[in-house]
Structure formats: structure tokens, C-alpha cells
């Protein structure tokens, strides 16, 4: 997710642009389905416009024409992602866009899901209405990175966040809550809070800093987001009584290792602590796949020093953000990663390359991803993932 | 100094900004002078143009005329820095300017020494030559901070680089010469290299890497300047055998403590190295004052973690540029930084702040300035420096 430009900006046709930036309401409460966007238009001009906000509601496509109206009868249509041409929770787009009587419809991307897969603009061809493709689908794919990683990978896509001092790290003492990054730093957390359909920590982090994990900052629109939050337990549970539980406690989780202590996990539950289990010999990758298994497309990871290793060493990372503050930490404070050198002592590997730097605040912002088959080995299921963004 | 934005677009007069471009040509060879660059002109078009190469030769504005010939008549002149009223290695440029019969001379900013401060433009406006200073000095102190740093502080402005994994180490494993950072990062190095007028190790690093520490890359300016090469020597000596010394050997030279061994002191000059002695407990800051004696306004150092972590403790680092590669070292790879905390195990005390961020290659370039009146007390005595840019 780029913080600093707008993918958008790449899209030629204004109209289609329009849509996309309408789909990016959803961002955040979408998920497990996609972000879609739709425009109603005529004569070049924009008529009614709509979103998919959550699985369950309405199509974007249904939300714009409902706001149409009669309007709607010979119009333009814009929309960006494929519509569909099937009955799931809602009857398909494919019918409603037909009986409306819409003169064309243009199509940001195709739809990846074989149960709808061109189906949707072929129908609407056959029912006399002209479909158009967008030249590039390349910001659309982007635009639902996540959700096309879990229809790939069945797991979320991976985005670490790390708050690191200049000599990277991320802590400035064991076991103590440290604040390493300005205000600006911290407004940037906040965002990717809001932006992210869910968040995981470690176990650990939770005892050390008791984070509450919401969206809080000074745009109204994040507090009005709280994502669901998770505390990743592979060796040791966390206290029932945190506060990641309470605020509020339906939408945090634990993600339990098979494992774990089954007392302490009864513990946890009689608490109301709701928890997830995964196969404990399946790592972290399993535990990622329990997480698509309960909706999550995107997941904001904020890890302590062990949680970060083993992300890196189970290859999972999809995207790192790293929020770089001025001041030192020394090396008596804890190293941020601790596994071996990526590459050897002669030369280093990388892992990550940057796609965005910038200053927010007092500190350096960057966006970094993933080498795509990386000589570590890193990055071995990421071709599909990068080819399509 | 920006690496990725240029300080003469906030120049107003185009004129003026002409001649702060054609200081530049200077930069990297005209210390312990100033740059200086100027123009001349005609009913707004250059006639003539001229710049400060180095200590000894003539004068931007000897150059300019020299260049104008007869077209100087009636002229007028933009200067980078108030024309020189003195006798010194070369006569004075005022009495030049008059001589020409020029019309006008419109100034960047006052000359700080106080030897020919005010002079200058009250000289020539008696002369009844229009003189004129820009709206704004900034860009022109900014351009001249270097020589404003030694003339104030009496040492060199110190820029340090690093090349950092993304974990901040900067080598893979003590006492191996480590590639960390993309060609593109390389480069940028090279470009710091070519613009500073000296570069400075530790000996330990000379030890490791054995650099020839010349400014090499793909740009052909470089190539034709090959900065003083400073090898600082606090505990222990370089061997005389080391590159740094090889080639040029006129341009590489020890800085070494009064505690250094005097038989092996005496080693190296038979060896035909350079040495200049420092107070051993004048620190740093005596060592850096040896090399403004030296002639040298600013120097690029390239620390080790012993040297970084004594700059940082000395409080004598006046910018900072990380190069920041994006692998992992790990914790057994040697820390960057191994004093304490700047701040509180709670709360992180920033002692630069960044002032540009970018990507070159696949490297993230940031450049970071010093906090003025750090609660840590670093930059005590920036506050001037940093009120001159």
C-alpha cells in the first residue's frame, strides 16, 4: 500500500479513475471480499456512485444504481472490478446492470475467481451492452493485493510495521515500553491501523507493552475503524486480562499453536477470550491460514524481536514498513531481528527493496517488498503476488 | 548538502541563481576558500561567467571580467559572496570591478570575515557602482556552510556516511570487508566522495578494508578529483603499506594522537607518509581542528562502529547520510553504535532529524542534520551553523 503517491493517478480514463477511488471506502471493513467501486455516468458526468463496504451487504454495483434511479436507464458505467454473473449472498450485478437497461460498462480487471471469471462481461455483451476493458488493470490488481493473495496463497497478505530507532531498534530496553518515533511516526501507525483489517502481535509484545491495538489518531475516519486484532501465541498465551481483550473484546482473537497449555487456553476462554487454533508444526505459515480462515484478506503485523525472526525465516513477509526515528538505542538494547545474515559475510542478499521513502515528522517513513526469488529463498510464493501488481 | 533537491530554486533572481550554479563547479577543491561564483551580464543575458577553483588562483569575479573583456563596461555583475576589499594572495576584487566601469553588482550574501565585511559593497556604491544584496542570503550560506563551520567553530564541517543493512550493521562480520549497499548506493558514496574536500577513517577501518578511499564512478567529473584522504589515529597506527596511502601519496595523510608510538610514527614517515600530530587529550575535536589547520573546511568521514560511536559521544557529527540496503545482518554481525541510549529506556531523544529520504538503486538514502540543543547535548555548538543555513 503506497503511503506517499496515489496508484490511482495511473488510470486514464477519469470516469474508471473516479470508481477506483470509490472503492477505496471499503478499505479496512471489506474484507473477506474485495474492494470494488462503482460510477453511474452520463454525458462524461458522474450521476450516482457506490462501494462494497462489507461481505454481506450490498455490491457496489447495486449500491450506484439504487442511488441512479431512473438515471440509470442508457447511462455509462464504470466499475472496477468485474461484475458478477452469480447468486451468492446477493443475486448477480450481471442481471441488475441488464434490467436497468445501462448502455456500456467498463471494466477496470477481470475477476480472478473461476466461479466468476469472465462470465460477468460476457453476459452483459450478450445482453447488448458494451463492455470495455481497462487498458492497464495494473492499479486494480493493486488496489485488492490482498485479496488476490488470499484466492492465491490462502493467507493474508503479510505487511510488517517496525518503529526502529537510527541503529534499528526497536526497543530501547527488554521488557520496557519504549515510544522510539515522533508524532508523525505515530500518525503513520495509526493509518496503517485504520487501512488494515486486522492487526497481530506476539504474545510477548502483549506482555511487555499491553498495547490496546485501535486505530486511534487524528483522523475521524480511523477512529471509527477498530480492526480485528489478534495476539499470535506460539509458545506462550498471553493474560486474559490485557487489554488487547477488552476494547472492544468481540473483535480480538487468539491464535493458540496446537501446542499450547490446554488449561491455560480454558483459562482464556472462560474469560471470553475467543481462540483460534493451528497445527503447531505448521508455523507460522498455518497460523496465517487460520487467519484467512476467519475472513482476514490483510494483516498488519507488529512484531517484537522474536515475532520479526520468525516472519523472516518462515518467508512470509509481503511488505515491511519501516518508521526510522533520529536517536540511538546502542547495543545494549535488543537487536530487531536475530537470525542469520541474509547473504554471506562477504556480500549481503537483500530481501526487501524500497518502492517509497519519505519524512513524516521527525522520522523516516519506507515502504519496502519483497525480492521476488531472492537467492535466500525468500519470496519463493511471491512471483504470482508481484505479477499481479 | 541536499542529494535529491537543489537549494538555488529558492533563489529569486535568475541571474543570481546562474552564478550559484557556477560556484558550484568549485565544490570539492576550493577549500579552505570559499565558493564563489559570478556573472555578467547585460541587459539580462550572461556575457561572461566564472567561478573559485582553488586557494591561490584568481578570484570568480577576476575570472568573470576576464572572460567579459571589453563587455564588462556599463555590466552588471552577480556575485555569490560581497566582492573582497583586501590585499591578499590577490588584489582586491573591488578595485577591479571599479576599474571595469561596471554598472551594477547585486550580492548573495555579505562576506562573514571580518576582515572585508561591509567592506566590499560600501567600497564599490562609493565608487558609484548600484549595489544590490539578494532578498534572501539562505541559499548562499547554505551553499558556503562548510567555510562558515570552520570560520565560526575553527574544525570542519563533518558529514558522516554509513552503508547500514536494514538491521543497521554496518559489515557482516567484524573484521571483514563487506559489500552492503546496491550499485545505485555505491554511487552515491562516490558523489560524496567527489564533493568533499577531504575523507577520514579510522585506522581500524584501514586495517579491515584497506580503501583506496578515491572517487570513483560513472560520473567523469569524479574521476578528476581525488579528495584529501585523512587516516584518523587515535589508539592504534595504519600500516605504511596500506592503499589509502598509494594513490595519490601526496594527498593521504595520518592524523595522529600525541599518544601514538613514536618509533612507529617514525615508521610511516620513512615510509614517506604524511603526519600531523593532535593533543592526545584534545579528543576528536582536537584532532578535527588539526585537520582545519590543514586547510580542510569539511570532511566525509567514514567511520567504523569505534569511530562512529566516538563522533556521537565527541558530539562533533554535523550531518548524517545512512545508506540503507535492504538485508538483514543479524545480531551476530557487529553493531553500528555501541554507546548508550540517546534518551530513556521510556523515550527515544532524537539527535538528527532527517532532511531528505530517498531511493537510489535499491537503497534508501536519507540525509539527517544534528538536533540543535538536543536534550542529550548534542549540537551545543550548532546553534550558529544551523542559524547560517
Known amino acids: 500500500m503506497p503511503l506517499f503517491s496515489d496508484p490511482s493517478v495511473g488510470i486514464a480514463d477519469p470516469l474508471l479513475r473516479r470508481a477506483y477511488i470509490v472503492a477505496e471506502r471499503g478499505r479496512g471493513t471489506v474484507s473477506p471480499n474485495p474492494l470494488v ?6 454525458d462524461g458526468r458522474v450521476v450516482a456512485e457506490g462501494h462494497h463496504a462489507r461481505a454481506g451487504g450490498p455490491h457496489a454495483e447495486v449500491v450506484a444504481l439504487d442511488a441512479a434511479g431512473p438515471g440509470a436507464r442508457g447511462a455509462d458505467v464504470y466499475v472496477t472490478l468485474e461484475p458478477c454473473d452469480h447468486h451468492g449472498r446477493t443475486p448477480p450485478c450481471t442481471e441488475r446492470l441488464l434490467a436497468e437497461g445501462v448502455a456500456s460498462v467498463t471494466i477496470g480487471m477481470r475477476d480472478p475467481d473461476t466461479s466468476v471469471s469472465g462470465g460477468g462481461a460476457e453476459r452483459l455483451a450478450a445482453g447488448g451492452v458494451r463492455v470495455r476493458f481497462a487498458d492497464d488493470p495494473g492499479p486494480f490488481r493493486a488496489q485488492n493485493e490482498a485479496w488476490l493473495t488470499r484466492l492465491v496463497h490462502r493467507r493474508p497478505f503479510v505487511r510488517v510495521k517496525a518503529a526502529l530507532t537510527l541503529d534499528a531498534r526497536p526497543a530501547l530496553s527488554a521488557g520496557t515500553r ?3 518515533t515522533s508524532s508523525g511516526g505515530r500518525d503513520v501507525t495509526m493509518r496503517l491501523r485504520a487501512e488494515s483489517t486486522a492487526i497481530m502481535v506476539g504474545a510477548g509484545t502483549v506482555d511487555v507493552d499491553d498495547p490496546i491495538l485501535t486505530a486511534r489518531g487524528p483522523l475521524e475516519e480511523h477512529a ?8 499470535l501465541a506460539r509458545t506462550s498465551l498471553p493474560a486474559p486480562g490485557a487489554r488487547v481483550f477488552q476494547t472492544p473484546p468481540e473483535c480480538a482473537a487468539v491464535i493458540a499453536s496446537g501446542a499450547a497449555d490446554p488449561d491455560a487456553l480454558e483459562t482464556l476462554r472462560n474469560a471470553g477470550v475467543r481462540v483460534i487454533g493451528y497445527p503447531a508444526d505448521g508455523g507460522i505459515l498455518a497460523a496465517l491460514e487460520a487467519l484467512a480462515a476467519d475472513g482476514v484478506d490483510d494483516v498488519l503485523v507488529e512484531p517484537g524481536p522474536r515475532l520479526m525472526t520468525a516472519l523472516v525465516e518462515s518467508e512470509v513477509i509481503d511488505e515491511l514498513v519501516t518508521i526510522t526515528a533520529g536517536g540511538l538505542g546502542g547495543d545494549e538494547a535488543p537487536a530487531w531481528y536475530t537470525g542469520p545474515i541474509t547473504g554471506a559475510a562477504e556480500r549481503l542478499v537483500p ?16 515502504v519496502w517488498r519483497t525480492v521476488v526469488g531472492s537467492p535466500s529463498g525468500i519470496g519463493k510464493g511471491s512471483a504470482l503476488r508481484c505479477s499481479l501488481v
Open 224 to 231: 471509527a475503524r477498530t480492526p480485528r486484532r489478534y495476539v
Open 37 to 42: 467501486g462503482c460510477v453511474v455516468a452520463r
Open 178 to 180: 519504549s515510544a522510539i
Open 351 to 366: 530481501l526487501f527493496v524500497p518502492i517509497e521513502s519519505g519524512i513524516v515528522g521527525t522520522d523516516v517513513v519506507t
